[in-house]
């Protein structure tokens, strides 16, 4: 069974540009998360797909930050345009749907930095 | 919003030694879970505590959820060199729910040869 895959790996981009992240999950989970670690700090929660439906975007920092999931599938997460800030590790995760104990699954990251 | 105290930031210990690591909260979690990052890789989970006061192990990893379900460690026996890398706690308000992640802040674990 494939794991959850993140696209780019590594990220280099300037102050002002645009970079979309894309988040393929495991096949059949639902439930599609996008969280970030900014450097020695805690990981954080940005938003949470149910299929292709926003249930929880408390966590995205401002409205540079757009996340789509059309058709329920993969996802994509664009910044723009991207400040210094947005600098970190993109985690995105997945898991089974309204399943008890479901575990989530964790992709590599994309790792931004904003220059 | 919620927030984990994790505590200690950074371990450096050497083989063989026994690790502990805790996470204390202000609010109430009704699911702690311990995972682990290697470098160039995502958290992979460890272990999963559902219960207040339930003590868990796995291997040579024990897990405890606090009774006041305010706090939870995480003990490991008899360390080896692929434990190195970033442990991080996680809480969940929910149980058995699809409900965001809060986690802590991460200990580093670096076993000194």
């Known amino acids: 069974e494939a794991g959850v895959t993140q696209f780019p790996s590594h990220s280099v981009i300037e102050k002002g540009q645009t970079v979309t992240l894309r988040c393929d999950p495991i096949s059949g989970h639902d439930n599609l998360y996008w969280y970030r670690r900014v450097m020695g700090k805690e990981i954080k929660f940005l938003l949470h797909f149910v299929k292709e439906s926003k249930q929880d975007e408390s966590g995205m920092p401002n409205n540079r930050f757009l996340a789509e999931r059309t058709g329920g599938t993969y996802s994509t997460l664009k910044v723009q345009p991207a400040e210094l800030e947005d600098s970190g590790v993109y985690f995105c995760?997945?898991?089974?749907?309204?399943?008890?104990?479901?575990?989530?699954?964790f992709g590599n990251g994309t790792r931004l930095t904003v220059t | 919003g919620q927030q984990l105290n994790q505590s200690p930031q950074s371990m450096f210990i050497q083989e063989g030694e026994d690790v502990s690591m805790n996470c204390t909260s202000s609010?109430?979690?009704?699911?702690w879970l311990w995972y682990k990052q290697d470098p160039g890789e995502g958290p992979v989970l460890l272990i999963a505590?559902?219960?207040?006061?339930e003590l868990t192990s796995n291997g040579r990893l024990t897990a405890q959820f606090g009774i006041t379900r305010k706090d939870s460690f995480l003990n490991i026996s008899a360390s080896i060199p692929s434990d190195v890398g970033i442990y991080f706690c996680a809480g969940q308000g929910q149980s058995f729910g699809n409900e965001k992640l809060t986690f802590g802040t991460g200990t580093r674990l670096t076993i000194i040869p």
């Open positions: 609010s109430i979690f009704n699911t």
């Open positions: 995760a997945s898991s089974f749907l309204g399943t008890s104990n479901s575990p989530l699954h």
């Open positions: 505590l559902y219960k207040a006061g």
